[in-house]
């Protein structure tokens, strides 16, 4: 059997798991309630899809409380609408912790004991199935807030009836006590975060202060809770050798990671290269950081072409269904073929919640010589366009921006945060107004 620790996030695939599934939860305190929740990115915008005692299926059947603590989950026949069902335990007076066992067990072969995680929260998030690049997924979670029941379903934006009787209060003999005021709301996408920051604590304390930093960019903009798909696009031409030979394009990467450590559910980053060819590279996450460039052998080629790359990541966030917003980070050191196709791309891709960051690295500043001369009027070429890009005509919404930075990105990290995430809460406020994000 398949042991899980907390905060893995792993395809069904990889588990030897299909998408129907028996789910089943062993807690032994009494008066612990099971539940399932089917969300539409975080909400419970339809209480039907929230599966217990009381309501044992939804409405199709494909979320079903098979037997106490069982439940059958068919992932396939679920709407679109539900991006991602979660288990979780809740207890109205006690910690869950109290439990002698809190165990998920899938498929008799998939095992994770959220017990040894918790502290003393009454109400847990215990596991998580959601869609991921057209895939399902599984993702250990084991963290939770205080409160019961009630105060998870108003956690996931539902509502709870309120008791239709409630015995008089007696007169009051003194004056009345104040009414406290109401428990701040918690935060699912505050508690995601949470569990991301935990495992990188554990696993590369070296991107702690990135995330942080991160964050406080964020912040900064009005995007503490917003949540994005990140992609990183390389450029891997011949002039860009010596950013990947000196590390630069790896510590770009632990970089970016930090950023989708913030922003991504998953806390991870779609990979792809681009120089005459495009190329799909996996997945860059907390558990394969370390390395990652290196390990990935880049071949560099000659000339750039940005449009077979643009259209592997609109593919790509298309088949994800759009579930949640891509921010695309797009680096690059010079210009592009195919011009006419890239702006067709990018005025196509301002119908679609994808917003575009363009990074230039400026490899001339210590360039001498006719060829230094050369490289100068390649890469103004180059950047001019980037910057035509970020003044495009014929949009929907602005959805691109451009900035340049000197050779091996030696920008303090406060700056290159501020600058990667610089627009991008205009952007969502814009493409929310013309229906672009919702």
Same mark, same amino acid.
């Given at each position: 059997?398949?042991?899980?620790?907390?905060?893995?996030?792993?395809?069904?695939?990889?588990?030897?798991?299909?998408?129907?599934? !028996?789910?089943?939860?062993?807690?032994?305190?009494? %008066?612990?309630?099971?539940?399932?929740?089917?969300?539409?990115?975080?909400?419970?915008?339809?209480?039907?899809?929230?599966?217990?005692?009381?309501?044992?299926?939804?409405?199709?059947?494909?979320?079903?409380?098979?037997?106490?603590?069982?439940?059958?989950?068919?992932?396939?026949?679920?709407?679109?609408?539900?991006?991602?069902?979660?288990?979780?335990? =809740?207890?109205?007076?006690?910690?869950?912790?109290?439990?002698?066992?809190?165990?998920? =067990?899938?498929?008799?072969?998939?095992?994770?004991?959220? #017990?040894?995680?918790?502290?003393?929260?009454?109400?847990?998030?215990?596991?998580?199935?959601?869609?991921?690049?057209?895939?399902?997924?599984?993702?250990?979670?084991?963290?939770?807030?205080?409160?019961?029941?009630?105060?998870?379903?108003?956690?996931?934006?539902?509502?709870?009836?309120?008791?239709?009787?409630?015995?008089?209060?007696?007169?009051?003999?003194?004056?009345?006590?104040?009414?406290?005021?109401?428990?701040?709301?918690?935060?699912?996408?505050?508690?995601?975060?949470?569990?991301?920051?935990?495992?990188?604590?554990?696993?590369?304390?070296?991107?702690?202060?990135?995330? #942080?930093?991160?964050?406080? /960019?964020?912040? #900064?903009? %009005?995007?503490?809770?917003?949540?994005?798909?990140?992609?990183?696009?390389?450029?891997?031409?011949?002039?860009?050798?010596?950013?990947?030979?000196?590390?630069?394009?790896?510590?770009?990467?632990?970089?970016?990671?930090?950023?989708?450590?913030?922003?991504?559910?998953?806390?991870?980053?779609?990979?792809?290269?681009?120089?005459?060819?495009?190329?799909?590279?996996?997945?860059?996450?907390?558990?394969?950081?370390?390395?990652?460039?290196?390990?990935?052998?880049?071949?560099?080629?000659?000339? !750039?072409?940005?449009?077979?790359?643009?259209?592997?990541?609109?593919?790509?966030?298309?088949?994800?269904?759009?579930?949640?917003?891509?921010?695309?980070?797009?680096?690059?050191?010079?210009? =592009?073929?195919?011009?006419?196709?890239?702006?067709?791309?990018?005025?196509?891709?301002?119908?679609?919640?994808?917003?575009?960051?363009?990074?230039?690295?400026?490899?001339?500043? /210590?360039?001498?010589?006719?060829?230094?001369?050369?490289?100068?009027?390649?890469?103004?070429?180059?950047? %001019?366009?980037?910057?035509?890009?970020?003044?495009?005509?014929?949009?929907?919404?602005?959805?691109?921006?451009?900035? #340049?930075? %000197?050779?091996?990105?030696?920008?303090?990290?406060?700056?290159?945060?501020?600058?990667?995430?610089?627009?991008?809460?205009?952007?969502?406020?814009?493409?929310?107004?013309?229906?672009?994000?919702?």
């Amino acid at each position: 059997m398949t042991q899980l620790q907390a905060g893995q996030r792993l395809p069904l695939s990889d588990l030897g798991l299909g998408h129907s599934l !028996t789910v089943t939860v062993e807690c032994d305190l009494s %008066g612990t309630d099971i539940t399932a929740f089917g969300l539409n990115d975080g909400q419970l915008s339809d209480d039907r899809y929230m599966v217990f005692y009381n309501q044992p299926q939804s409405p199709e059947g494909a979320l079903r409380l098979a037997a106490p603590g069982t439940f059958s989950l068919n992932l396939d026949d679920l709407p679109a609408s539900v991006t991602e069902v979660y288990l979780t335990a =809740t207890h109205d007076s006690q910690p869950v912790s109290r439990a002698g066992t809190l165990r998920v =067990t899938v498929d008799g072969q998939v095992n994770f004991d959220a #017990k040894p995680h918790l502290k003393d929260e009454k109400a847990v998030m215990l596991v998580r199935f959601y869609r991921h690049g057209g895939a399902w997924r599984l993702a250990t979670v084991a963290q939770g807030f205080n409160g019961g029941l009630a105060a998870l379903v108003q956690h996931f934006g539902g509502e709870v009836a309120e008791e239709d009787s409630a015995p008089a209060a007696p007169a009051p003999t003194s004056a009345p006590m104040p009414t406290p005021a109401p428990a701040p709301a918690v935060s699912l996408v505050k508690e995601r975060q949470k569990v991301l920051l935990d495992k990188a604590e554990r696993q590369q304390p070296g991107l702690v202060s990135l995330i #942080k930093q991160a964050s406080v /960019s964020l912040e #900064k903009r %009005g995007l503490g809770e917003a949540r994005y798909r990140v992609n990183l696009v390389l450029d891997i031409s011949g002039s860009m050798s010596g950013e990947y030979r000196s590390g630069a394009v790896q510590r770009l990467a632990e970089r970016a990671l930090a950023l989708a450590t913030r922003l991504d559910d998953d806390g991870e980053v779609e990979m792809y290269l681009f120089g005459q060819q495009a190329h799909r590279r996996g997945t860059l996450s907390l558990d394969n950081v370390s390395g990652f460039v290196d390990r990935l052998s880049v071949q560099l080629e000659g000339g !750039t072409d940005y449009g077979g790359v643009m259209e592997y990541v609109l593919t790509d966030a298309r088949a994800a269904g759009h579930a949640l917003p891509t921010l695309v980070l797009f680096i690059t050191d010079g210009g =592009t073929s195919g011009r006419e196709r890239v702006v067709n791309l990018i005025q196509q891709a301002s119908r679609e919640p994808i917003f575009w960051k363009f990074m230039g690295i400026d490899q001339t500043a /210590s360039a001498g010589g006719m060829f230094g001369g050369m490289m100068r009027r390649m890469a103004e070429e180059g950047f %001019g366009f980037l910057e035509q890009l970020d003044d495009l005509q014929g949009r929907t919404v602005d959805n691109a921006d451009f900035f #340049k930075v %000197g050779a091996q990105i030696n920008l303090p990290d406060d700056q290159l945060f501020d600058l990667l995430v610089n627009e991008l809460d205009a952007w969502q406020r814009d493409a929310r107004s013309v229906g672009v994000l919702r």
